[in-house]
């Protein structure tokens, strides 16, 4: 926890914060009552859907609603979150049940993309607005960088025009699992085209997810 805090470059004056986003639900099993991070990931989903808007407006001055809207969803995807967590090595301070630890679940989408919306609201909490922006500014560059490179077209329909451009046939999806609990179900997809490797992703609904995946393919297949 110590080394995730400075990765993070937040210095915790509540450490209790730190620790509780990073406690899983399963923990506990029910046998005793844990605060786990559930109720942070819903305060931090919030914060950095702020965050990122906030970004977004001031980068391009003239980017229509309809385009913002779409690089937002990107940004705060169940992907995007789980691959910052991944870049700041959540995985290994995670407190998990053994049973999740087990069937890898420190590598899951899932649980690192709920425990990064749950940190963002403890450097929020401890924090406030500045230590969360300069946390997102950080840690979401490299999601910046990609979103301000497409057109602005939702990435089913830029995946769906390329297939078309290469002669492949048109992606199909379907859903392959549900996790979380019913008031935050996360869902998973996979999109395939043709001959290509399938891609997976989640998200917090099935169209989510199916952008995630059509995002992760392009990203894959191109390079960008």
């Given at each position: 926890?110590?080394?995730?805090?400075?990765r993070?470059?937040?210095?915790?004056?509540?450490p209790?914060?730190l620790?509780?986003?990073?406690?899983h639900?399963?923990?506990?099993?029910g046998?005793?009552k844990?605060?786990?991070n559930?109720?942070?990931?819903?305060?931090?989903?919030?914060?950095?859907?702020?965050?990122?808007?906030?970004?977004?407006?001031?980068?391009d001055e003239?980017?229509?609603?309809?385009?913002?809207?779409?690089?937002l969803?990107?940004?705060?995807?169940g992907?995007?979150?789980?691959?910052?967590?991944r870049r700041?090595?959540?995985g290994e301070?995670?407190r998990?049940?053994?049973?999740?630890?087990?069937?890898?679940?420190?590598?899951?989408d899932?649980?690192?993309?709920?425990?990064?919306?749950?940190?963002?609201?403890?450097?929020?909490?401890?924090?406030?607005?500045?230590?969360?922006?300069a946390?997102?500014?950080?840690y979401w560059?490299?999601?910046?960088?990609?979103?301000?490179r497409?057109?602005?077209k939702?990435p089913?329909?830029?995946?769906?025009?390329w297939?078309?451009?290469?002669?492949?046939?048109?992606?199909a999806?379907?859903?392959?699992?549900?996790?979380?609990?019913?008031?935050?179900?996360?869902?998973t997809?996979?999109?395939r085209?043709?001959?290509?490797?399938?891609?997976?992703a989640?998200g917090c609904?099935?169209?989510?997810?199916?952008?995630s995946?059509a995002?992760?393919m392009?990203?894959?297949?191109?390079?960008q």
């Amino acid at each position: 926890m110590a080394a995730l805090q400075d990765r993070i470059g937040h210095a915790f004056s509540d450490p209790a914060l730190l620790e509780r986003a990073l406690t899983h639900a399963s923990v506990g099993d029910g046998s005793r009552k844990v605060r786990h991070n559930e109720r942070l990931e819903f305060l931090g989903d919030r914060v950095l859907g702020l965050l990122a808007a906030e970004q977004l407006v001031s980068v391009d001055e003239e980017a229509r609603e309809g385009v913002m809207s779409t690089r937002l969803a990107q940004l705060v995807s169940g992907r995007a979150c789980a691959g910052v967590a991944r870049r700041l090595g959540v995985g290994e301070a995670l407190r998990l049940a053994p049973g999740e630890t087990r069937t890898g679940g420190r590598d899951k989408d899932t649980i690192l993309g709920d425990a990064c919306e749950a940190l963002m609201a403890a450097v929020y909490l401890d924090g406030g607005l500045e230590a969360a922006r300069a946390f997102f500014l950080r840690y979401w560059a490299e999601e910046l960088a990609l979103t301000s490179r497409d057109d602005g077209k939702d990435p089913k329909t830029r995946l769906q025009e390329w297939a078309q451009a290469r002669g492949l046939g048109l992606p199909a999806y379907a859903v392959t699992g549900r996790d979380g609990p019913d008031h935050a179900p996360r869902f998973t997809v996979e999109v395939r085209i043709d001959t290509l490797a399938p891609a997976l992703a989640e998200g917090c609904s099935h169209r989510e997810a199916e952008k995630s995946a059509a995002l992760a393919m392009l990203q894959r297949e191109t390079g960008q």
